[in-house]
């Protein structure tokens, strides 16, 4: 199965030039459903491979499968703003990401696939010296757990981001940021193909186009599971199919603590480069974060379109509010069009944080409400993830993201919103 | 899914309208009320605002997967 895509080096490239178009192989292989797996991971998105990934590489389990409904990266790994970073206020939250974050600076190394981690700079601007003291406490949050961080005041914030300049007078000017300069984005589409490609040649059986159905038990024991393909047996099932956890919980027979919603992107034609950074601005004025891809384009996104769905249908009142809010800080852009927008179902809980654990089951695990902050997470995801399916217990990184945390009290809860999905 | 209908200004833009909250099902505990959802793919009874209209709080049971409007009316269901 290995042989499915050759190992990439500069050496490989010029032997393709070479050969021609016979080189390139899949870079994973149509591999047959078998009748049983040690695990069965549901969901091959980020998190699902990731997750199959190193239960192959760090714990020697071989026989993996991962199952899609649809395609390999059909869901949210193909569908965000490609932003990772690590500025989060809670220690559970920074010191998760930041393992994260630490992964992506080796990712293509890691799995011999470039997922093109730009480093360019995550900048959150404040309008206010309200927000100024709200980005002052999380980045002094951040340099305690030893986090990048650096505090701008206006003048430093128009010389890293001098588009910001150039924009002229302002109804409410822009006082500072807070810096975070290994942030930055990745290519979201190589991300689940190289997570594909390198669990593939580990010998993790990739199955598209099976959708799981229902968990089989015996005796308070998940067997396996019933797809559109047959029961196939599970020695350990996890389930990472963020944007319909909800779904598993009805599977299960559960009330779980996440609700579906929406959440819009959108990209312009291409231009000339124009944006350094990922610009990133949160409420009262406006929700958006704006970067350049390295095609040209300006990739926005903002906030939830506000109640529950699973139509991946954008409302146009938000991509409004996104594009008014992207125009608000950056007016050059004002006259690009809008070539691509597109939604994605987001698991949102009710404290804002995601949820590993187990789920009903002792050899079930759920991997899911990611709210925002999927893709940053699935390095960090994938082995913690792995370590806990693998050894049956949770590493420190993920243990206050149980689901116990709910009825104990110990919410992780970033913005303080309260226990309400959508404002999260 | 782009617009409601109000049951005392008709069909208006979604825009006008705020959802709050998805309700719990007959017996939950506080608990559950509070931090679980049923998460039916077909089904969702939700507290609704007509915030920028008649201010009327609605009662509305739609179709998450469709979008469509099951049913709506003002919660409790009688004249204010």
């Known amino acids: ?424 | 899914m782009n617009r409601l209908v109000c049951p005392f200004c008709g069909a208006r833009e979604l825009e006008e309208f705020l959802f709050h909250k998805t309700l719990p099902e007959a017996g939950a505990s506080e608990y559950s009320a509070v931090y679980e959802r049923t998460n039916r793919l077909d089904d969702s009874l939700e507290h609704w605002q007509h915030v920028h209209g008649c201010r009327a709080w609605l009662e509305v049971r739609r179709n998450p997967s469709s979008g469509d409007v099951l049913e709506i009316r003002m919660i409790g269901g009688g004249r204010n």
């Open chain 1, 1 to 424: 199965m290995s042989a499915a895509s050759p190992r990439y080096s500069a050496w490989s490239l010029l032997r393709a030039r070479l050969a021609g178009e016979g080189f390139w192989q899949p870079l994973w292989s149509g591999a047959r459903l078998k009748d049983g797996y040690d695990v069965v991971v549901v969901g091959a998105g980020g998190h699902g491979l990731a997750t199959a990934y190193h239960l192959a590489r760090d714990h020697g389990i071989k026989r993996v499968a991962v199952l899609e409904k649809r395609l390999v990266g059909y869901g949210n790994v193909g569908r965000n703003t490609t932003i990772v970073r690590s500025n989060y206020l809670l220690p559970e939250n920074h010191y998760f990401y930041e393992d994260s974050l630490r992964r992506w600076e080796r990712l293509s190394r890691d799995l011999n696939y470039n997922v093109m981690y730009s480093p360019r700079g995550v900048l959150d601007l404040a309008l206010s010296d309200g927000e100024m003291i709200g980005l002052a406490r999380r980045g002094n949050a951040m340099r305690l757990a030893g986090i990048d961080a650096e505090l701008l005041d206006r003048p430093g914030v128009m010389k890293f981001a001098p588009e910001l300049a150039a924009a002229g007078p302002r109804r409410f000017d822009i006082v500072g940021g807070l810096l975070q300069p290994r942030g930055g984005t990745v290519r979201h589409d190589a991300v689940a193909w190289g997570y594909a490609r390198a669990a593939s040649a580990l010998g993790v059986d990739i199955i598209e186009d099976c959708e799981v159905q229902g968990v089989r038990t015996a005796a308070g024991v998940a067997t396996g599971v019933e797809t559109t393909r047959g029961f196939v047996g599970a020695g350990r099932i996890v389930f990472a199919v963020a944007g319909h956890t909800g779904a598993v919980g009805r599977m299960l027979g559960l009330n779980l603590p996440v609700e579906t919603h929406l959440l819009q992107a959108m990209v312009t034609e291409p231009i000339k480069p124009l944006i350094g950074s990922v610009l990133i601005y949160v409420p009262p004025h406006g929700e958006v974060y704006v970067t350049q891809s390295d095609r040209g384009g300006v990739v926005m996104g903002g906030f939830l379109d506000g109640f529950p769905s699973y139509t991946r249908e954008g409302q146009w009142y938000r991509l409004e509010d996104v594009v008014g809010a992207a125009v608000a800080l950056l007016p050059q852009i004002a006259s690009l069009r809008i070539l691509r927008h597109w939604a994605g179902t987001n698991d949102m809980t009710m404290d804002g944080s995601f949820i590993i654990d187990r789920l009903r089951h002792d050899n079930v695990f759920l991997n899911g409400g990611w709210c925002y902050g999927g893709f940053k997470a699935i390095p960090a995801s994938g082995a913690a993830c792995a370590t806990f399916v693998a050894t049956g217990t949770a590493p420190d990184l993920i243990r206050a993201h149980n689901l116990g945390r709910f009825a104990s009290g110990h919410l992780l809860d970033e913005r303080g919103g309260g226990p309400f999905p959508v404002r999260q």
